[in-house]
């Protein structure tokens, strides 16, 4: 069967960046199920637990649907100061009354609300921030600053025995910090089937990129998996527009150019020109179809490669869905709010809203019964917020997905279960909500 790691060998790896601090459970396990039924080779997630649990949750629906080609998860982890690893903060009792919230309206994750209407919460939701640091010039008191998030070194043997990669950031100068975290980590290493290094440009790069591979897989005890490298070129950047991605072709040619032990793959300011400027330079292997087949790469055993491995997408890739899953929010949140009103005999806050989202579930006409006809646990399995349950919007979110997969994979592309769905709007073997009228 078609693995990962083939598609890193032939130039045609896709990795999905939830982001290394991003923690809205619910929009991970929807990204990464539409992202993994469009073809996607790795999900790239939070070190936490619960984010990884959101994520195999995601897998494993993905596995239901049909998926026979799961792509690996990963996790990230750092070893110093970094951008992707931070949260923003203020406090929203300061605002004054008359700021026109540019906070609120540059935030690429809605990670910024005031006066959030189902409980009143204002400021950030951490969860969802991934810290961008978008917001923190645009403050016109200058008081949002941002947190570091961290974990400690002993919860990284548990949390690498629920994934197969993990990923390193670092900064040039950081052998030291890196060598300590690469002490917690090295115990998992020869079940890992992955380990990538991601590292922004900087002076005296290459021989920084070097050291860690000569640490992490000395001759006397080379590393049993394949490494990655990462060129970061502009974190988080990929959503902000087509210059974006200038930063990191620049940062990849340099190091392919470098013949270092490893794969190249890029990262930060990636977005839909990323794919065509690679093939712009002679950078990816062009497929062509012959006859029924396509072409690909010859496997790459030995280094250097003169192509490109891949390429991981973060914020354009999560921006490219959002649409669909905050229509996903919009149709469950009164479906779940009834059912919970009915489990606990509340009062509806807006019968109107629920009767319109449930007119069409062959319910009674009050809305507490309306609610209860849909309450029992074998009726609300698996949650009305997973994407699954909503044919058309998982079709729309894996129809959206491919458009950035299939730039890479080409002809390649063979997921059945994505060119159903994006042919195809409701498959009849997934249990389903209708669309409500
Ligand atoms: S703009 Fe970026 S840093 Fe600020 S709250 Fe939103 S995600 Fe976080
Ligand atoms: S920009 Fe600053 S002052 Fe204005 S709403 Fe945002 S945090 Fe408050």
């Known amino acids: 069967m078609y693995t990962p790691l083939q598609s890193l060998r032939e130039g045609r790896w896709f990795k999905l960046i939830c982001g290394a601090s991003f923690q809205h459970l619910p929009a991970i396990r929807n990204l990464t199920l539409a992202y993994a039924l469009a073809g996607a080779d790795c999900v790239d997630v939070a070190a ?3 984010v990884i649990h959101a994520a195999q949750e995601g897998l494993q629906a993905a596995l239901r649907l049909g998926c026979d080609r799961l792509p690996w998860l990963m996790v990230s982890l750092n070893d110093g100061e970094d951008p992707h690893f931070r949260k923003a903060v203020f406090d929203p009792a300061r605002c004054p009354a008359d700021c026109p919230r540019p906070c609120e309206t540059i935030c690429p994750a809605q990670a910024i609300t005031f006066d959030r209407s189902a ?25 949002i ?39 917690a980590i090295a115990p998992a290493a020869s079940r890992l089937r992955l380990v990538a290094i991601s590292c922004p440009d900087g002076d005296g ?17 080379p590393l049993a998996c394949p490494v990655v490298w990462q060129t970061d070129g502009r974190p988080m950047s990929g959503d902000i527009g087509d210059g974006a ?11 392919l150019a470098a013949g270092l ?30 006859g029924d087949h396509c072409t690909t790469a010859p496997p790459q055993s030995s280094f250097p490669s003169k192509f490109i491995a891949g390429v991981a997408y973060g914020s354009y890739a999560r921006v490219l869905l959002s649409p669909i899953l905050e229509r996903l929010d919009a149709r469950s949140a009164p479906l ?13 806050s807006n019968s109107s809203s629920y009767q319109s989202h449930l007119g069409s579930y062959d319910s009674p006409d009050d809305p507490v019964s309306l609610g209860r006809s849909i309450t029992p646990q074998t009726a609300i399995e698996p949650s009305l917020a997973h994407l699954e349950r909503h044919a058309d919007l998982l079709a729309q979110a894996v129809a959206q997905a491919r458009t950035l997969v299939t730039q890479l994979k080409g002809c390649a592309d063979e997921s059945a279960v994505a060119v159903a769905l994006s042919h195809k709007p409701a498959l009849d073997t997934i249990p389903i909500l209708p669309k409500p009228g």
């Open 145 to 183: 600053t941002t947190q570091a998030t961290a974990i400690t070194p002993g919860m990284i043997p548990a949390l690498l025995a629920e994934v197969d990669a993990v990923e390193i950031h670092t900064q040039v100068g950081r052998l030291s910090e890196f060598r300590r975290l690469w002490q």
């Open 261 to 290: 032990p490893g794969y190249v793959q890029l990262a930060g300011g990636t977005n839909r020109h990323t794919v065509p400027k690679l093939h712009a330079l002679g950078l990816l292997y062009r497929q062509e179809t012959v």
């Open 336 to 348: 779940l709010e009834a059912v919970s009103a009915a489990q606990t005999n509340a009062p509806l």
């Open 119 to 143: 409980d009143g919460h204002s400021g950030v939701i951490a969860s969802r921030c991934y810290g961008c640091g978008r917001c923190l010039p645009l403050c016109p008191i200058q008081q």
């Open 245 to 255: 991605t200038r930063a990191t072709v620049k940062l990849g040619q340099k190091v």
């Open 48 to 50: 936490d637990p619960a």
């Open 205 to 221: 790069l290459i021989d920084y990129l070097r050291s860690l591979y000569d640490y992490i897989s000395p001759p006397s005890a």
